[in-house]
């Protein structure tokens, strides 16, 4: 295999970045083993002089350039300039060496502590790569982002032994970030989703926050083109009923690749289409399969494994594509088959509750979503229908949902709400329920009660655990924590129970609570 070095080098020369410059020490050394002909290195007897050329160089040129210093103390020198640069709005690549990661814990000398942390707030973003494979895509990172309007420097530090070691070649992605959308580039990708024989659109949130949910649907109908949702997004926009919906993508890079591998090409709008969960291995997207990538977050666009990404609005995205599509005749692509009812025997599964949620509540009533162990019924049983009618966390941290539900309730007077939770989730928020009662919001709370913390159980068989410590609390009463808080409640542990409490709760006009227990 190549080595850190040669690739990082390639990248650099593709880049247009081979004017170095730089004043470098012990741990930059290796970068410049074999330095090619067709680079040339610009040194400065100071590091501040090194960042002023180079800051000149960039504003000359309209591009990024790199810098190259040694460890902390070059930094150090460097300061003063790189404050400057950010001010300047000047596009600066800046990297500097760490000694070798096998030291690191012993403080060696001329080491770099909290390297990443030193030079900002300078700086937009900064990284020490987690791995020596890393450096590549971390420098091409921070030239994406030292490129995004308002433009400014970046940092990356590399520890001295990484250079030399094994490095899978890399790949540099195009990222369009002008301010508003990219014509030219909105050009492109309408021609190459139109010239696709089997296109597939993946929505994620920021769709649903651009108010793009017509817009979606209309060129997913022009192109009959199927729909799958982005890992965890965190709000609905596509309806789950609708004949191109295909389902929900699941957060692991195998998994992506199995479910996107009958299309040829992808667009990703709203957000990141290869967020990851669990570690995987393989390539990011199905060979032969072109992907774009649009929203308005340049972060996403920067960090993406894979594909041509546009920074821009949603809603004005997707117009400007399907005005430009034109007269099309594509076949429509098989429909997804329907989930199986779910029955209930001896004791009720989140999977029946679930169903017996949809089939009760009105269609535009509003989900406040936090049951993470029960994600994957809830696609499968409880359809989102409307658009502005599903929220759920996008950090994955516990204690939004509950409170989130009791806000919205607040937003949104005249709409049912919704709180479906987790025993586990709802015990990081249960006293908002007071507010509830306090402010007489009409809140049906949800909560499907399996005794312990289900996802970690979940984790736990994933990594051949039997048993995990303190992670079960079957005393938990939620009727008892409810009416504490002034909530009236309701316990459910049958299909006859549910259906009551279920239709009570959904009718009542202040806050009420049911406790579905699950197996």
Not at 232 to 237: H, K, L
Not at 354 to 368: G, K, M
Request: hydrophobic share 45%.
């Amino acid at each position: 295999m190549p080595t850190v070095r040669t690739v990082t080098i390639d990248l650099l020369r593709a880049l247009g970045m081979t004017t170095v410059f730089g004043n470098p020490g012990s741990t930059e050394l290796p970068m410049f083993r074999d330095f090619p002909v067709d680079f040339r290195y610009v040194m400065g007897l100071q590091e501040s002089v090194v960042l002023g050329m180079a800051d000149g160089y960039a504003q000359g040129t309209g591009r990024a350039a790199i810098v190259n210093l040694h460890s902390s103390a070059g930094v150090g020198h460097a300061l003063g300039n790189l404050f400057t640069a950010y001010k300047n709005q000047t596009p600066l690549v800046v990297t500097a060496g760490q000694q070798a990661r096998s030291i690191l814990p012993y403080e060696p000398f001329l080491f770099a502590e909290r390297a990443a942390e030193f030079p900002r707030p300078f700086v937009k973003w900064s990284c020490e790569p987690a791995r020596a494979e890393d450096v590549p895509a971390a420098i091409h990172r921070a030239w994406l982002v030292a490129m995004e309007p308002p433009c400014g420097p970046t940092f990356v530090s590399i520890p001295i032994d990484d250079w030399d070691r094994d490095c899978a070649p890399f790949t540099p992605r195009t990222v369009h970030a002008a301010r508003g959308a990219d014509a030219d580039a909105l050009a492109a990708c309408a021609r190459a989703l139109a010239h696709a024989e089997r296109p597939a659109i993946v929505v994620a949130a920021g769709a649903a926050r651009d108010n793009a949910w017509d817009e979606v649907i209309a060129l997913a109908e022009r192109h009959q083109a199927s729909v799958w949702v982005a890992p965890m997004s965190a709000r609905c926009s596509f309806p789950e009923n609708h004949p191109l919906f295909a389902g929900f993508l699941t957060a692991g890079r195998e998994a992506i690749v199995a479910a996107l591998s009958g299309h040829d090409f992808v667009l990703a709008l709203g957000g990141p289409m290869n967020l990851y969960h669990v570690e995987g291995h393989g390539p990011h997207v199905p060979d032969g399969c072109e992907v774009w990538l649009i929203g308005d977050n340049h972060v996403h666009a920067a960090w993406a494994p894979a594909g041509t990404a546009i920074v821009a609005g949603c809603k004005a995205a997707a117009a400007a594509l399907l005005a430009q599509a034109g007269s099309l005749q594509r076949a429509a692509p098989a429909p997804r088959a329907a989930a199986q009812v779910p029955t209930t025997g001896d004791a009720m599964t989140d999977a029946y509750v679930l169903s017996r949620l949809a089939a009760l509540r009105a269609p535009d009533s509003v989900i406040v979503e936090e049951a993470p162990s029960s994600r994957g019924p809830m696609h499968d049983y409880l359809p989102i229908l409307r658009k502005d009618t599903f929220y759920t966390t996008a950090s994955g941290g516990l204690g939004h949902g509950l409170p989130a539900a009791i806000g919205l309730a607040m937003a949104r007077p005249h709409d049912k709400v919704i709180a479906l939770l987790g025993d586990g989730s709802a015990m990081y928020a249960i006293q908002g329920l007071h507010a509830a009662a306090q402010h007489g919001l009409a809140v049906s709370f949800v909560i499907l009660k399996n005794n312990r913390y289900e996802a970690l159980h979940h984790f736990g068989r994933i990594f051949g655990m039997q048993e995990l410590v303190g992670t079960t609390f079957p005393e938990l009463d939620f009727c008892k924590l409810a009416e504490g808080h002034g909530v009236a409640a309701r316990r459910a542990d049958d299909a006859r129970s549910l259906d009551a409490a279920l239709a009570w709760s959904l009718a009542a006009s202040g806050p009420t609570l049911v406790e579905a227990v699950v197996a």
